[in-house]
């Protein structure tokens, strides 16, 4: 099997398992780099997340023009692109509208996902912020985003969710998974009082059991087993 139709399977698996983790509902998508090119492939825009094959994937540039794919690419690809264009380091990228990280991307209040151990997953200090509300419908806008990125993993999107960014889709996978419980956690310690986050001893001693591919490969098994179980792995 070639490369490039392994990469289709596996963001076919992912979005179906990121709807599987109530992760993504009818928009929402999953990216990766095309090896060695200006590309990149992406879910399509009107596919349900729930249901899309190998197949549907499209492919554009990194100024999100089409260049190959039956379908047209989602409207928000620019974030992707201009992500790729930025960090030539990751690999993948995933677009959410994740409920508990876009709940806590509406308070003047910063998010310290180190206070959790799967939030330990994305290194010490406040997660980024990007403040626009509008979506990312141009090139200039996915730039905005991807400065308000910088070198982190993931950047909140004020009341709309957030990007994730990573060496590969397992690895993107699993820290959208990470960064939503995290948020979960974070909001409800946040009620019952001040939130004790993690110092960065702290934080560098939980990440190095975090951050790697073994943990990274269970959590994403995991959901590959759970996505089957629930009947949405049919057809890949
Ligand atoms: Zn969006």
Not at 52 to 81: L, N, Q
Not at 170 to 197: H, N, P, T
Request: some cysteine.
């Amino acid at each position: 099997m070639s490369e490039i139709s392994e990469l289709k399977i596996k963001l076919a698996m992912s979005s179906r398992m990121l709807f599987n983790s109530g992760l993504v509902d009818y928009s929402g998508h999953i990216s990766v780099r095309v090896p060695g090119s200006d590309h990149l492939l992406i879910l399509p825009h009107p596919v349900s997340r729930a249901t899309v094959v190998p197949d549907d994937m499209v492919v554009t540039d990194f100024e999100g023009k089409p260049i190959e794919g039956k379908y047209k690419a989602p409207s928000e690809v620019y974030m992707h692109a201009r992500a790729y264009k930025a960090r030539s380091d990751i690999q993948s990228v995933a677009h959410l509208h994740n409920h508990m990280v876009a709940t806590l991307s509406m308070v003047d209040k910063p998010f310290f996902p180190a206070s959790s151990n799967p939030g330990a997953f994305f290194g010490p200090g406040a997660l980024p912020k990007y403040m626009d509300p509008a979506l990312i419908h141009t090139n200039e806008q996915g730039d905005a985003v991807a400065r308000a990125l910088g070198k982190a993993d993931a950047v909140m999107l004020r009341g709309h969710g957030s990007m994730v960014v990573g060496q590969a889709i397992e690895w993107v996978f699993a820290a959208c998974v990470d960064l939503e419980e995290a948020a979960a956690r974070f909001y409800k310690a946040s009620l019952l009082g001040a939130v004790l986050v993690y110092n960065e001893d702290e934080t560098q001693r939980v990440m190095k059991g975090r951050r790697k591919d073994s943990v990274v490969q269970k959590i994403w098994d995991h959901n590959v087993a759970k996505t089957k179980l629930a009947g949405l792995m049919a057809g890949i």
